[in-house]
């Protein structure tokens, strides 16, 4: 069974949130629910308002529709091919916490911001 | 391979039969015996790959072998799932047979280590087996148990959610960039605001539908917030995509869906917004609320920004509260709220104050005051620190951007904590000081003027040649001075002297211009050019700008010198435009000053037409010069009513825009030539006393079809509107706007669609009906012949539309069958008629008899006798508006009252010289078109024309007997413009107006000519004008002359000289390139290259002027020239010696001779 991203209902996308790590974009509320469906392991949002409000940001521009991730360029030069279906921010804003990042770098994984798509 | 060995084998057998071939056999059943095995294998697996035969027969083999030998291989096979055991290790081990008989653990002792004693391995095989059957117990279990499965995987995969890896393959973005193998991008217009709830939409559809039938096909959508109205979703076809947003809401379905440059993608997906950063100290802007627009400093920032800690100047009602509240009355609840409604509002907020404990202790009590720590207080759920309230804002409920503190609030806001927080103070300046820098540098811009005022170079000025960072690189204009310095760029200003003009680039007084009066250190003051006020500005906002008034000299939808108006009665001109306000010249010579709200509406008078002092129509953009008064003269703008206004640059007050009477005016030319003479125009009206008929519609050439319908009342007969009346109210062409009255609905309707409604029946727009109401009254049924009528024949002419006869079709010549005469049988040429299908007013029956000679037998309008020919149609059965004395609307009609000469000539007088009038028109290649024979396609019989160059005064028309008649009738064709061009105003009013009328000052010229009742004017017409002939040799002279100089010169005309007015300056001189004869009594025309001129624009273009304006220019001794007449004609010589008598020319077959100079043209020289 493949997961998929919460997609806000019509008219309740208020308060949606975009992931700092994996840029996917949910409501708070979904956030607090459920986690976040690509790295709640790092991030363990789920249940956690604090959580939630560090690791996710307001803070994001352009909302992408992932539907195919695996054919899709956007995915690919998003670097969200990999996650499952759902809305993406095209940009996020901000870090994700000191703390996490340096848990990040012990286990070997390279953070990239999502503030910055160009290099 | 095998196969093939076979069908070898089978054909040895057949034919060969010798020793060797026995051995090949041998051979072969050898190598097919071998082969046996491996085919036979290839067809139980059916995957045999034809390579490395030997290897896998050998293998197969094995393998047979090891089937023959025992069965026991499955047991084998099934050992290989167990998990703990290295299959690939057991297959390398070939003695596993004896090893059988321990059954499923023998390739476990065989994996494990050979030195360990038999005891552990035997143990280790019984731990093994107790696994297996463990598992298989397990699996068993499960398999009973799907639904735990399931759970259980779930579970497993909630676990698993550790699928961010970073950045997985360390790929740099540019080799990321999309290929063609990637899905494109497709953009998509929807409505502006939907973009985020159609993408959303989009996955929710793709949701649902992904395991029906239909699957959405795109890969991903997206929007982004800088590009509003648009979405992009990333699919491999635009159908995919169409089929994807079909049915979303707010998609604009038919606007194309545009494919996005593979190029353009990556650019798509990065945000290049500007970077806000908000830190600690930046200055924000409190949005809403009763603190609104008020300075506040960030202190701290939660939540990556989603969160500020703000301090600002607190807005606290000190006020005495309400006395009677200590009576404890209910009044006052209705009281205070009212006041504390407004308390929220910028207007009724109070100042801000800092927070002063005592002070509000004393009107809110003490009790409303938390001292909570140190120097912190509570109150009213705030907390205010230093008398600031400190207080939790989030980023859209501040401005963030364009802050830009000003010095006062930045004073007022570092108030009281500068003696007690002296570090947050200095901050504050800092904070100034860098933005003030950084405005020095931005408003800088190389090339500038600039001057140092602080620091060691105080004093320099210069030249600002480069920045770089915050310094500025001068190079001094001083006279000591020539290395260029490097100061900070704060130090540094813009410097302007007295006199210069400058734009004002920034700050309230943006575009304004002026020039500058005073300059005091950083203050400039000027006088603007739009209102003549003196504006005080900082120097950095300037620029020196040579443009005046403002950038652009639009405000609104309003813009220099439209015609507005400004309320029912009064209109007016705008002549100067400022930042919001505009100067209005109106009809009476009043000035306003008006804002773009005042103005009512914008009016058009482009159609507008005048009547000069002279009763000559004008129209907007002629050239216009006063008769009385100051002779100022201008272009006109625009014509309202009797008023026109015109504008002269030159003329210094209200911006060169000047109103006056519209009879007060006349043409330059006309003014020059004095009065009785007709003006170019050509719209001789004698009988348009009624001035009103200024305004009616105005010649317009194009064919837009007929205007004097709008206004008209119609059925609609066909479509939807099947059955609406309606009044027209606009005209294009065939299509109609027209206002339904019922529903008061403008619909644009095709022609065919409508019906004229008169007197309760309906007829088709295009069928004449008496317009004798409002058209023809108004002076010369202006409007009238626009489409249809005169201008019909325009689509097939090249003449652009004007009288028809223009390029192919003969105009009025006519007078024989043979010619394709557009009055004798206007069924072929639609000149005149009919045929055309614009509504054509004058055409009569079913268009095919054109509407000046009912009779179609007699195609001579103006031959005489009335019984054959209706020379005007007075006897016509056409409601031919010429024809229509009644009318009076125009010269024709008036010839058709007053006792017509042509009539009373009879067969005699082909009255039409004044086709002359027409004919000129040919001449001037504008209108006519130069090349047409317009006027004498009758072959001959008109022509002979060309030797009169004016009009009637050449030609000996009138007295000629039979001239319509007669094969030859010479004299009728008088090429001069002359008296014709009255009748047709629209089509000849327009883009030339030097043709008509103006060369011919002959008889037909003078103001009434055809109602003269006395055929005076016509016997003055005999005599040639002086010059005229000349003027001929001339013209002939240079016909098929090539190469040689000529200049422009006045025609000569039997009342002096005639100006050509065609654009080319009097004295140009030019090379003709070709000449071209019309052969008939028209003008025949030269290409030249204009070589001098006093316009520079016109040099090197090539023009095309009637010979009549050109005059050969005499050859010098020496010069090459041209022998344009006489013996030698076409011959080039060089003259030997030149006169003003004789030339002695030598020809290159060495004849020298002597010839009249007059005939010698001076050759081009390259």
Redesign the interface.
Known sequence: ?E??GA??A?GK?RGLRAC???SIVQTAADFRKS????????LRLRGSIDRV??CT???F?????????D?????????TE??????YA??V???IPHDLEEE?VERG????PRDS??? | MSSNAAPTRARNVDEDYDDDTILQRERARLKASSGAGGEAEDEEDGEFDGEDVEEEEDEEDDDEEEEDEEDGRRPKKRAKANPFIDVEAEVEDDDGDEEDEEGLAGEARDFIDETEDAAESAAARRAHLDHQRLERRERAMLDEEAAVIADKI?ER?R??????????D?V???L?M?SVN??S?WQVRVRPGRE??I??????K??DLEYTNHP?D?????????LPGMIYV?ARSAAHVRAAVNGLVGVFVSSPINLVPIEE??SL???K?K?IHIEPGSWVRIRRGRYQGDLAQVVDVF????RYVIKYIPRIDVRPQDDDRALGTNKTGGKKRTRNTLINTVQGRPPQRFFNAEEIAKVHGNRSINRTQKRTYNFQGDEYENGYCIKDYK?SQLALEDVQPTLEEITKFSGPSASEDNVSNRMDLNVIREAAQRMATSVLQPGDNVEVFEGQQTGVYGILQSIQGEDVFIKPTLKDMDDVIEVSAKSVRKRFQTGEHVKVMSGKNIDETGLVVTVEGNNVTFLSDTNQQEITVFAKDLRTAAEVGTSNNMVGNYGLHDFVSLDQTTVGVIFSTGRDTFRVLDQYGNVHTVQPHQIAMRRDSKRTIGLDHERQQFKAGDNMVEVEGASRSGVVLHIYSFSAFLHNRTIKENGGVFVTQCHNLSRPDAMRRGAGVRGPNGTFNPHAPNLNAMSVGGPTPENRGDRRLIGALVTIVLGGYKGYDGTIKDVNGTSFRVEIQSTRKVITIAQDSLRRKINGTLKKLDEPIEFGDRDWRNGAGSSGPRNGGWGGGGGQTPSGGRYGAGGRTPGWGASSGRTPNPYADGGKTPAWSSSSKTPNPYATDGGKTPAWSSSSKTPNPYAADGAKTPAWNTSSRTPNPYGGGASGGDAWNSSARTPNPYAQNGGRTPATGGSGGWGASASNGDSFGGTSPAYTPSGGGWSGSRETDSGWAATPAVSAPTPWGAPTPAPYSAPTPGGYSAPTPAPYNAPTPAMYGAPTPGPMGAPTPYSAPTPGQWGAAPTPGPGAGAAEDRNDMLLGAKDIVVKVVPKQTASGPEEWRGGVAEGSTGRIISTLSTETSFSSTASIMILTSSEASIIGTERTIPLEYLEAIKPERGNRAYVLDGEYKGQIAEIDFIDREDAFCKFPSGVTDQIPSRVVAKLYEE
């Open positions: 069974m997961q998929v997609v806000p019509a996308a700092l790590l994996c986690g976040c469906p690509n790295c709640e392991e790092l409000s560090t940001t307001t803070a521009d352009g909302i992408i529709s992932m539907i195919n991730p054919e899709s360029w956007v995915a690919r030069w998003q670097r990999k996650y499952v279906r759902g809305l095209i940009r804003s901000g870090r990040l994984i390279n953070y990239r798509i160009q290099d | 779930r995969h676990q698993q959610t550790t699928r961010y890896t970073g950045d997985m360390q740099p973005q540019r990321l999309p990637d899905p991008l985020r709830d993408v959303f939409s989009l996955i929710r793709a949701r959405l795109i890969m991903s959508a997206f929007e982004r917030s800088s990333e993608m990556a997906l990065r945000i917004k970077e939540d990556n920004g989603e980023p």
